[in-house]
C-alpha cells in the first residue's frame, strides 16, 4: 500500500510507524497510509531556516512578489491534476474550484500587493518619520525585518489548497521558510501541489516543507523567532497555543478555528421580497458547498417569529432537492464528507443537538449501510434558542444548520452575539437603519459580516468567501487571528522595531529619504537621470516666483474656480485669510513649472501624487521657490523582453515661501527609464 511521504530537508522521506488510512471519500476504497513517525524534526527545522530562510531574505520584496506570481502561473498551468485528486476527498468541481483556483488566486493577489506597495528592498519602513524634538534633530520611524526562524502552518482537511496557500503567500513575501502540516483526511491533495512547487524549481531549496502526518516533537524546537498559525477546531488550537514552550518562548501564535456563523433574516424582508430569495439561497449553498465542511458556513439560521413558518418551509423545499452522491455523476451538486470518521462525528454532534431539544425538519441520519462518506443535508429547528445553549454551542461539520426565531432587533443580536464569536455572519435587509443598528449590536463578535441586499447580490462573492484583502478571523471562539487581511498578514511573520536617531541616519537605515534628513545636490538636474543613476536624497533646489493677481485671475478663469477667497475681494477680506489667496492647485501647478525639466529624457510620466497638503496660505505678492528631493525608488519587472524596462521613483516636493515657510507638502511619482532591463537589455 502506497504511504504518503512528506518532504523534509530536500528530500522525500518515509516515516516509519504507526499509520493513518485515507480512504477514498466516495467509495471507501483505501488510498493512502500516512505517518510521520521517526522523522527528525529538528533536522528539517534546521535545514528550512539555513537554505530557505537566507535566500528569501536575501530577496527584495519585489523580488518575493515576483516568485509569488510565478509560483501562480506554475500551478494554474497544472490545476487539472489537482482535481483529479481532489475528487478523492468528495468535492464537487465546483467545491474544489474555491479550494485550488481560490488559493492560487491568492498568491496572485498577494504577488500583486506586494509589487505595488513594498518597497524594493529587504527592509520595510512601516511608516513616515515621526519627530520626536523641537529642532527636528532626533526623530523615529518604524521599520519591519524578516525573522530568521520558520513559520509551522497547521492546516485543517477542508482547504487542502486554499488552506496552505492563504499562509503560504504572506510568508513568502515576509521572507521566511514555511513548514507545512496539513489535515491528514486530504492531505494528499496538498502533497501534490507541494510536489509541483518543488519540482517547477521556482522557489528555494527549504522555503517549503511538508509533514504527512503528526508534528512529532517539533513544538518543542520552536523559538521567539518562529511563527505558528493554526486552522481547526477551536478544542484543538486552545491547546496547542497553551503548549508549555509556546507560553515560555512568547512565540506567535495565530489562531482561525471553526465557529458557529449565522445568517439573520431583518425584520423588513418578507416573502414578496426579493431580499428573502436571496436569503434562502445563501443558506442553501452554505449548508451545502463543501458539503458543509466550511470554518465559515452558516450553522445558526436567525429569523423573526413571523416568518419562521415561511422561512423552514423554504429552505425545506430547497434542501430536499439536493442529495449528496459521487460528483463524478452528472447532476449531482453535492459529495460525500471527507471521511467515515467525519460523518461519524457530524451523526454525534446531530444527535446531542436533537437530545437537546431540537426538531429535525429534513436529513439527520446518515445511511451508514451506503459506502462512502455520505451524510444527507439537514435542517434543525430550534423554537427556543436561549434556552438552547447546544445550539451556540455545538457544531456538526458538515451540511447541518439550525433555523431559530428571534423576537425583536435586540434579540436578533443577542443570538448573534451567543455564538461567542465567529468568522463571518450575514444580514439580509433592504434597510440601511436595520444594517447599522445590526452591525452596532453584533459587529464585536464577527470577524466580517455581510450585508446582502437585491443591489450586492449582483455581485458579492457569498457569505463563506475569505478574500485576500480583508481580514480573515473573528473573536473568541473563531481564534483572535488574523489571517489575510492584505499586507498586515505579512507582518505577522515579521519584526516590528522602533528606530530612534537623527532624520538622516533614520535615511540611511530606511533607504528612503525624509524631511530634515541631508540632501545632495548636482549641477545635473535630476529629470535627466536613469532610474539607476538617481541616489536617494539627490535633490533640486528650483528657481523663485513671485506670485501676482494676473496668476490668481488667470488660474480662476482657465480652471473654472471662482471660489470667493481667490478672486472676491471684498469677500476674502472678512474671510479666515483677510485677503484673496491663490489656489492651492495653481501653487502645485506652479511648483511643477519651477521643478520639470521640459526637454525629452528619462522620466517617462508623472502617474500620482500623494499625501498633498496646504499648510500655508499664498498671497499676491509671495515668492515660491520648490526643493525636489528623490525620496524612494522601486525598479518595476518586465513581464516581456519588449517591455521597456523602468523604475518608479517617489519624490518629495517641498514649496518654500520668502519667508522659508513651507506652504505646501506632496509626493510625486513618476516612471523613469531604466539603463538595463531584467532579459539583459
Request: a negative charge; glycine letters at 10%.
Amino acid at each position: 500500500m502506497q504511504q504518503l511521504t512528506s518532504y523534509l530537508a530536500g528530500s522525500w522521506v518515509m516515516g516509519h510507524g504507526k499509520e493513518r488510512t485515507i480512504n477514498h471519500a466516495i467509495t471507501g476504497d483505501v488510498l493512502y497510509q500516512v505517518t510521520s513517525e521517526g522523522l527528525d524534526m529538528a533536522q528539517a527545522k534546521r535545514y528550512a531556516i539555513e537554505n530557505g530562510g537566507k535566500a528569501l531574505r536575501a530577496l527584495t520584496f519585489v523580488q518575493r512578489a515576483a516568485m509569488l506570481k510565478a509560483v501562480a502561473k506554475h500551478l494554474l498551468a497544472n490545476k487539472e491534476s489537482f482535481y483529479e485528486i481532489s475528487a478523492q476527498t468528495g468535492a464537487t468541481r465546483a467545491d474544489s474550484w474555491v479550494d485550488i483556483e481560490g488559493g492560487i488566486g491568492t498568491l496572485f493577489a498577494y504577488a500583486g500587493m506586494g509589487n505595488r506597495e513594498l518597497p524594493d528592498d529587504v527592509l520595510w519602513p512601516e511608516d513616515e518619520m515621526i519627530p520626536l524634538s523641537k529642532q527636528g534633530g532626533f526623530a523615529a520611524r518604524h521599520v519591519l525585518t524578516s525573522k530568521s526562524g520558520m513559520a509551522l502552518h497547521i492546516n485543517a482537511f477542508n482547504f487542502p489548497c486554499w488552506g496552505m496557500l492563504e499562509k503560504l503567500a504572506p510568508t513568502w513575501l515576509a521572507g521566511m521558510p514555511a513548514i507545512i502540516k496539513p489535515g491528514t483526511a486530504s492531505a494528499q491533495v496538498t502533497q501534490a501541489m507541494v510536489k509541483s512547487i518543488v519540482d517547477s524549481g521556482l522557489v528555494p531549496q527549504g522555503a517549503i516543507s511538508l509533514i504527512c502526518g503528526g508534528v512529532g516533537n517539533l513544538f518543542d524546537l520552536l523559538d521567539e523567532q518562529d511563527v505558528v498559525t493554526f486552522t481547526g477546531s477551536a478544542s484543538t488550537g486552545q491547546k496547542l497555543r497553551c503548549h508549555s514552550n509556546i507560553v515560555a518562548r512568547s512565540v506567535p501564535f495565530t489562531m482561525e478555528a471553526d465557529s458557529l456563523n449565522c445568517c439573520v433574516l431583518g425584520e423588513d424582508v418578507s416573502p414578496e421580497q426579493p431580499e428573502f430569495a436571496l436569503f434562502i439561497r445563501e443558506v442553501v449553498r452554505e449548508m451545502t458547498a463543501k458539503s458543509g465542511q466550511k470554518c465559515t458556513a452558516i450553522r445558526r439560521i436567525i429569523v423573526p417569529q413571523a416568518q419562521l413558518e415561511n422561512v423552514v418551509q423554504a429552505l425545506k423545499a430547497k434542501l430536499e432537492k439536493i442529495q449528496p452522491g459521487d460528483p463524478a455523476l452528472e447532476g449531482v451538486k453535492m459529495g460525500a464528507l471527507v471521511s467515515i470518521e467525519q460523518r461519524d462525528d457530524v451523526q454525534q454532534k446531530v444527535d446531542q443537538l436533537i437530545a437537546a431539544g431540537c426538531k429535525v425538519v429534513i436529513g439527520g441520519k446518515a445511511d451508514t449501510s451506503r459506502a462512502g462518506a455520505f451524510f444527507p443535508p439537514t435542517l434543525l429547528l430550534c423554537q427556543q434558542p436561549d434556552e438552547t445553549s447546544a445550539v451556540h454551542e455545538l457544531e456538526a461539520f458538515g451540511p447541518v444548520a439550525t433555523v431559530m426565531p428571534y423576537q425583536h432587533a435586540e434579540h436578533a443580536m443577542e443570538l448573534a452575539r451567543a455564538g461567542q464569536g465567529s468568522l463571518a455572519g450575514t444580514l439580509v435587509t433592504a434597510s440601511g437603519d436595520i444594517a447599522r443598528q445590526f452591525i452596532l449590536g453584533a459587529g464585536r463578535a464577527h470577524g466580517r459580516i455581510q450585508v446582502l441586499n437585491q443591489e450586492s447580490s449582483v455581485e458579492s462573492t457569498g457569505h463563506g468567501s475569505p478574500l485576500p484583502m480583508l481580514v480573515h478571523g473573528g473573536p473568541g471562539r473563531a481564534g483572535g487571528g488574523e489571517e489575510l487581511g492584505g499586507l498586515r498578514a505579512v507582518k505577522h511573520y515579521m519584526q516590528r522595531t522602533a528606530i530612534q536617531g537623527s532624520p538622516s541616519m533614520l535615511a540611511a537605515v530606511s533607504k528612503q529619504w525624509s524631511y530634515g534628513a541631508a540632501v545632495q545636490e548636482n549641477p545635473v538636474h535630476p529629470f535627466r537621470k536613469h532610474f539607476e543613476d538617481l541616489q536617494i536624497g539627490e535633490s533640486l533646489l528650483t528657481a523663485r516666483r513671485t506670485i501676482t493677481e494676473a496668476d490668481i485671475v488667470n488660474f480662476a478663469n482657465l480652471s473654472g474656480d471662482h471660489f470667493y477667497a481667490h478672486v472676491d475681494k471684498i469677500g476674502a477680506a472678512d474671510s479666515f485669510f483677510g485677503e484673496r489667496v491663490a489656489h492651492g492647485y495653481f501653487v502645485v501647478s506652479a511648483a511643477a513649472g519651477l521643478f520639470v525639466d521640459p526637454g525629452v529624457g528619462p522620466v517617462i510620466a508623472n502617474y500620482g501624487m500623494e499625501n498633498l497638503r496646504f499648510i500655508e496660505p499664498v498671497k499676491i505678492g509671495d515668492t515660491l521657490q520648490v526643493r525636489l528631493t528623490c525620496k524612494r525608488k522601486t525598479a518595476k519587472p518586465q513581464k516581456t523582453a519588449q517591455d521597456k524596462p523602468v523604475g518608479v521613483v517617489e519624490w518629495a516636493v517641498e514649496v518654500m515661501n520668502q519667508e522659508n515657510q513651507s506652504v505646501a507638502l506632496y509626493s510625486i511619482l513618476t516612471l523613469v527609464a531604466r539603463k538595463h532591463g531584467d532579459f539583459g537589455a
